[in-house]
């Protein structure tokens, strides 16, 4: 299940563990409730011929045995809630304890660890939901044995099916190279979706930028807030992706061979180049703040340049005719013909000197 | 004894110590007269057979001798203010006289030491009162022996009452991993105090977020300042907990056994989960900042043109009715029939034109 | 083709790769149709004897076979949209898919790889384009085999030329040093480019900064903002240049001989200086942006200034006007001969006394 | 002789030594002429027996010859600005030139070196002066030879008396550890001076605090930024003092012995306390400045609505009267006997149809 | 030739060096023409005996051959613009084709370079000119042979007479420690010159600090920003100057004697301490343009507040009146004795409701 990005979501839900004994798998995402209309949907892949065969179930043994070792099994778990089940592949795979607690634990920060006899990384896939304007994160858990791949997703992924579809044409590249080549097929379809969230957060940019121009840009404030809160949350879920790779890399196990390094080197490459997007947009948001402060204090300079030339034009003004429309007994101006035509003078020549005083200013 | 985030706060209170030879044992936490109430407790917890024996006492005898190697020994001592106590226990368990003075100093700085024969940590709980809308400190010292821990609070902790409760059911993990899971044990429960105190800070951030849309948003500057200011003292005192978790991964100690290390590398996990959430609650709170200004400035700018709209418009009217408020008596215009309508046409025309002038410039 | 710096350009463009099998050979950059009325042109130059040998043509075959080891070969791909003729070229030269991939990705993060038989790198030419007041940028691939270099553009490039006519001219030290000094020359071009943008930019920088002393200086806005966003372009895209060269000093393969290190030392210091200048910039930018931020506090303190000593000079006056102005039967002053000339004596008084308060605060 | 921390400070003065060989010994403290009438005084402690014996004297015969290895010599000069004598030190004691010089140059930066026989360390201590609310500092060199410790002060400490009673009364652990422990216990009462001073300035900065909710904090702006300055000033003199500790404790000289170390590590400890407050001081005080720049926008926003309401209530009310202080021959509405309760009946419309649009909007 | 800071000084000048081969010799400075006017002077001391014997001449054979080993020859060079003498330097004493090159761009970054026989470092100098108020800067080139240093100035410089003057009286310690030596008192003179012009920048500093406290700062705002120019310049140019230092201490070439090593030592701690202090000028600028903004916030308060008094308090005092000015036939007040009083009195009572909520909001 998706989850949007507020400020409490920077924060890993721990309320439901705290008191329990380091160890007990506990789900942290939906709960249980809403996850028990939908059952863990459990696909998998064996790659032995040609073509690879595929199982689905909705429980362990559905697909077990798996095949021996010449053959790569890749087996997907679609949905965490179920706990039972988790402790379940734990026992059938020898998983370590804090492992499940970690693919349970949806607010796990991205990492990668190797044990005895398996890898696993633990990362986050993107989707910008449109219709929403929020970006949705998912988590997803990645668990290498000696010859098999075991995902576990929190809901159903298009992108893996996209993966699966890619298989199915065409697998020998994969039966060749084994475990590594299918984690980094993995890998790249996930780093691809970081792509397509920063082209949708560029292109926000883009629009925030274009709107400033405009004399009462709608709700700019908010939006860039809210821009900034989504790359502050995308930064701290990709940087550690960086180190995984790198990890991984130079890890010395049987599971990764040396053949795959060139593919994971490239995906370093693209997580190098996710993270410098990544700062250039911090950059460029910064930019754009500082640029909108500008223009509200540009736009109040001349909002008070406007209030401050109609006020000393017309004040000083006022206070003659003020002047003259005092019921003084004895006004010895008020009675002669050239009284009215003279204050009109006066009233002119002061108007003239304020204007040509602010002409000197450049105000106007 | 608790106590609340003030600025000064950040300093420790060294005053008392001043003039004195190092090594020398002084209390800086409540002073001598608050604490007499409180005389300190120690417990101790023998972990033997199934179930642990559980002694109570007000002084150093009640629980000693310690049972021989196999056994593992957990001694809680709660209040601090007694240095003569802590000198008996000094010499009971021959720890080093810096170490006491470390232990008594309730303003040092998160540390991990490794000396001859055990090792001592000593860092912060947190605590947030929802009463005061402050964040409550205490300092915790945990000294790790051959077969025995030894805790120091500074007064009776809840958390630590959970870490007993969960061990009168089952010692078994315990008893076979020995005083480094009883250490994790206990940091986990100081870092889950993390993770609680730093749900409050997101949930006072995200209320903050919230009231910056409101008109008059209460407090707001107050509120950030004070947030702010919790941030930078927890970070102090949490950044070098992850120092101390790498040290005693890296420790080659005899109390600290390879089985515990996966236990270690999990915390470290944790506190670097800590750690990359108060900096996005600094960035975050940054934004806030920014945008609290920019909101600031938008709505002056606001202000301001509904002023000189209002200014603008009336000021030359003002003044045309001025003008023949006149009292001359040559005002040729005063004696036309059409004088009147004519003014209001006038006037007419100039407010109009005003108003074509700011909606042209988008102010309307 | 060269393309703008926006703000979606600091994005890879990955768009028409997503869902494809990793290493497919596609190019992001112009459209297919765009490209297909310029047919890649490439260009082959052979250091044998004293003068170089040159070969021109649109397919593979014209250039090819390459004399043997002692001759040095230069080919120049002018063009990338055709991906049958680039893998024609992988064929030909045993070039590994991923870096076929990456030589068609113009949006290729600069960089360098070392593989068996072939050093590559890929970096960034920039190119001012003064007419559209924008900078322009292209990617260039340089692929060094054991006795050729092969070369390939987004589009036809004047410096190239320039190179070759250099070699025309004279080829001897290039002959004695091979194909190191060969890239060295190349990379000298690029970096020379870097500086005549770098010099583009100082210009408008120092442009700015004299306008900002103007009273209306005309976009000054858009003009910080839009140098801000080229110079976080141009720093995305040389920074990793530095490392490249870094790289290529100590990588051991033979096609670098250590009679090129002094070059490649020489280009790094280049690079450094690039990187020292774009620093500065940024510096320099951020100065004048909080100079001009301060520029108009300043004059909206100027206006504050006039506007308040107008309206606090005459609205006490307009006051005392309209006291007299109003028509109650019995105001005694009215039917007093000096009534006249003392409301004048009281608003000489009045207005010289907030003169003097003006003055006093140092306002006028 | 202290000295106030202005800008200049910041620069070592170096005129006087300009054009002078290097290795010259200039004093570059207060000038000859003030230092004639306080010739520098020599005292020396002798350790050998329980108690120390102690000399005095104002030339360095007077505490010559030093007795022969097992004892342990101090010797204290209080007063720098005798060259000569200085002179005869480095004679007697085989001091390196370039050594003497940096003790003479009291504007030295905190730095420790190891030459052949001796080792040295120069830093500053800090004294809060409350009467001229400033920060007095001054230089304190301390050279360490085999069996004896000379400190140089610019001028009688009071610090260094508290060490000599202490020593008075206790000095056997002095003997036992010899030269380094000496050292630490004068570094330790250095670093306590940096508490004191830090305790000064975190009064300053929470009474900072506390002013700034006042309507009309007293020099706030200046305050800020002679903590700034302040803060500044002292980073710069303390943070060099981590490495010396650092450096101390790897050194491999025989003059401090491991047994010194864990008080070496006690120091080091203290100074990154001191660094992390003087780090968070920093924030805070950003913190403060921020703060202050937004209380005086939010102060200026609400001294603006004041105006704006009160000039949008009243100017149209304005307006309305003006035109009915007009004299024009034929207005048909002067003569109705409603007029006059029919235009205060649209003047309290207007009115509160304004009101109503504030209250809107949220400005009362 | 000395050169003005300006935005585009941080720029090397390579225009004239577009599209020439690498390790052509092209003079960047001062033009040619103006440079004919000035021929280059060379000038060499040989240190053999008690006293050095000089020669002085404009072509390279006055000077040569130079005396055999165990003499040591300094030759200065004043003036670069002679292409063709730089030339025959190269070949005289076997220096590389790119050091050449990189003595003549004067716009190098400062560098040090260890080739086979010879050092060479390249620096700035600086000077402060009083009269156009502007920083000078001249390049100074130092290549270091076995048994003769070279030195290439921009033009003549009192500097480096000063450092001939020393030697003529006494030249011991040169002729003992060799090349070394004579490079460490040529860099002691610039290092020196780094600290005088920091001292005319504090000067400066300090002299705006004083002037933010005057009501009409003239010219604030550009001078912080020059200041600020000019220490970006300054930084970019001395930082590598600890490098260079740093460099120099760990070069194993056989021209630098262990014996010089400590020189070099005291030369990095001058460096670091120029470092040091231009940092902290950056962070006092950074404050005095906080402060400076802080100020214009605060004084712009001060003058909307008197406006908002003024205004607010006559602007309804004027409506009053105006209401008295109309002229209704019905307008019962107007005829009542007590009318005119009775206005006063409410306008006093009005006048005073005012002042009384001004009071309250603390603004009078």
New interface residues.
């Given amino acids: 299940m998706s989850s949007r990005v507020?400020?409490?979501k920077?924060?890993?839900n721990?309320?439901r563990?705290?008191?329990l004994?380091?160890g007990s798998l506990v789900y942290v995402g939906t709960s249980q409730k809403q996850a028990a209309s939908h059952p863990p949907r459990i696909t998998s892949m064996i790659f032995e011929g040609e073509t690879p065969q595929e199982q689905e179930g909705y429980a362990l043994p559905d697909i077990l045995p798996l095949r021996p070792a010449p053959a790569l099994t890749w087996i997907n778990v679609e949905g965490l809630h179920n706990e039972a089940l988790l402790a379940e592949f734990g026992e059938a795979f020898q998983l370590?304890g804090?492992l499940l607690e970690d693919i349970l634990n949806t607010e796990q920060?991205p990492?990668a660890?190797t044990l005895d006899t398996h890898t696993y990384i633990i990362l986050k896939t993107f989707q910008f939901k449109a219709a929403q304007e929020e970006i949705a994160t998912e988590q997803v858990s990645i668990v290498m044995g000696p010859h098999f791949v075991i995902t576990f997703l929190e809901d159903a992924d298009p992108q893996f099916d996209?993966v699966k579809n890619?298989l199915r044409l065409?697998s020998r590249r994969l039966r060749s190279l084994g475990v590594g080549y299918l984690t980094?097929?993995l890998l790249?379809t996930i780093i691809?979706s970081y792509?397509?969230v920063?082209?949708e957060v560029?292109?926000r940019?883009?629009t925030l930028?274009d709107s400033l121009?405009e004399?009462?840009p709608p709700n700019i404030?908010?939006n860039?807030?809210r821009l900034?809160?989504e790359l502050?949350?995308l930064r701290?879920n990709i940087w550690p992706v960086r180190e995984i790779l790198n990890g991984l890399q130079q890890a010395d196990t049987e599971i990764i061979t040396p053949a795959v390094h060139?593919?994971l080197?490239?995906l370093y490459?693209h997580t190098?180049?996710v993270m410098?997007?990544l700062e250039?947009?911090r950059?460029?948001l910064s930019?754009?703040?500082?640029?909108?402060?500008?223009?509200?204090?540009?736009?109040?300079?001349?909002?008070?340049?406007?209030?401050?030339i109609?006020?000393?034009l017309?004040?000083?003004?006022?206070?003659i005719?003020?002047?003259?429309?005092?019921?003084?007994?004895?006004?010895p101006?008020?009675?002669?013909?050239w009284?009215?035509p003279a204050?009109w003078m006066i009233m002119l020549l002061t108007a003239t000197g304020m204007l040509a005083y602010f002409k000197r200013?450049?105000?106007i």
């Fill in positions: 507020g400020i409490r920077h924060l890993p721990r309320a563990k705290k008191g004994a380091p370590n804090l920060r990492k660890e996209e890619r065409n980094h097929m790249d691809d792509f397509s920063l082209e560029g292109e940019l883009e930028e121009s004399a009462q404030l908010q860039l807030h900034k809160r502050i949350f701290k060139p593919y080197r490239d490459d190098i180049q410098d997007t250039s947009y950059d460029l930019g754009l703040q500082d640029l909108y402060l500008s223009v509200l204090s540009y736009r109040m300079n001349d909002v008070m340049k406007v209030l401050t109609m006020s000393s017309f004040i000083p003004l006022t206070f005719v003020g002047v003259y429309g005092m019921n003084f007994k004895v006004m101006e008020l009675n002669q013909p009284g009215y204050v200013k450049r105000w």
